[in-house]
């Protein structure tokens, strides 16, 4: 092995190792006053040097349907539970609808129906998930390039947020605000890369409400978290700050990186 290839794979082992210590669930340490300017400045080297060696689009593996998992494994919420999305279901989400605003010249509001006309990308990937597995699974849907060019971002727009059904709190009762539903955001280069998509078939089918039906976010070079399920709403926005907890996404809020690069 050349010499420069091997200090290269040293120096991105070594950041990613640090851009991941708030995610090995050191909190003892992340809650530390001097750990978040720390551990900002580390997942910001790390994103910096992951571009510069991967390039802003470079493509994440892809596989052969002979690699694709008997059972994918579905991460994180596995249904909303909530009474709009059953009747969302009920009705084979005839009625969803995905809105596009914020910092767009269009705004949008697509069906399901629109979504599935328009231009389509299926790509066998690999889904690596924080808690240390990965399943390999087939994933169709509308590349996020497409959606925006459509929606035509302001100049100053530098992140897309994405708004979710799935409540992060307890659903029994009516009074769950928009800020109690998951979150999730990328900046422009992310979700205008080739791999992602606001995917609604997996492995050939229909999303199932496990994996996110009716739609969802695949971001290839990003961690199973980066990944929102059940999609409602895309916002274009300038800063993160007043979002949330202002760290960017709902896991971020509570101490993850927001830089979830693989």
């Known amino acids: 092995m050349r010499e420069g290839a091997t200090r290269r794979g040293f120096l991105m ?29 580390a997942e910001a080297l790390t994103k910096r040097v992951q571009r510069l060696f ?17 059972v994918f494994r579905a ?3 596995l249904d909303p539970g909530t009474a709009e999305y059953r009747a969302q279901a009920q009705s084979n989400f005839a009625n969803w609808r995905v809105t596009v605003g914020g ?36 994933w169709t849907g509308v590349q996020m390039s497409h959606i925006l060019a459509l929606a035509g971002p302001k ?8 708004y979710c059904a799935d409540p992060m709190t307890d659903t029994n009762g009516d009074g769950i605000n928009d800020s109690d539903f998951y979150y999730e955001s990328l900046d422009m280069v992310e979700a205008t890369h080739p791999q992602t998509l606001l995917a609604y078939d997996l492995n050939g089918q229909p999303l199932d409400i496990a ?10 070079r990003q961690l199973g978290y980066k990944q ?3 999609v409602k709403a895309v916002a274009l926005v300038e800063s993160l700050d007043k979002i949330g907890g202002g760290k960017g ?10 830089w979830g690069g693989i």
């Open 103 to 138: 910092l767009v010249e269009h705004p949008l509001s697509l069906s399901m129906a629109q979504l599935r006309k328009m231009p389509s990308r299926t790509q066998i990937t690999r889904h690596d998930c924080v808690e240390g597995w990965s399943c390999i699974g087939e």
């Open 249 to 258: 996404g709902y896991w971020e809020d509570q101490g993850y990186n927001w």
């Open 13 to 41: 082992r070594g950041l990613a190792g640090v851009g991941t210590l708030a995610l090995a669930g050191c909190h003892s340490v992340s809650q530390q006053p001097w750990a978040d300017p720390l551990l900002r400045s």
């Open 54 to 70: 991967a390039g802003d689009h470079a493509l994440a593996q892809e596989f052969t349907k002979a690699d694709i998992a008997p």
């Open 228 to 230: 929102p399920k059940y």
């Open 75 to 77: 991460n994180g919420t």
């Open 211 to 220: 994996h996110g039906a009716p739609v969802r976010v695949r971001a290839e």
């Open 155 to 162: 100049q100053n727009a530098r992140y897309v947020v994405f």
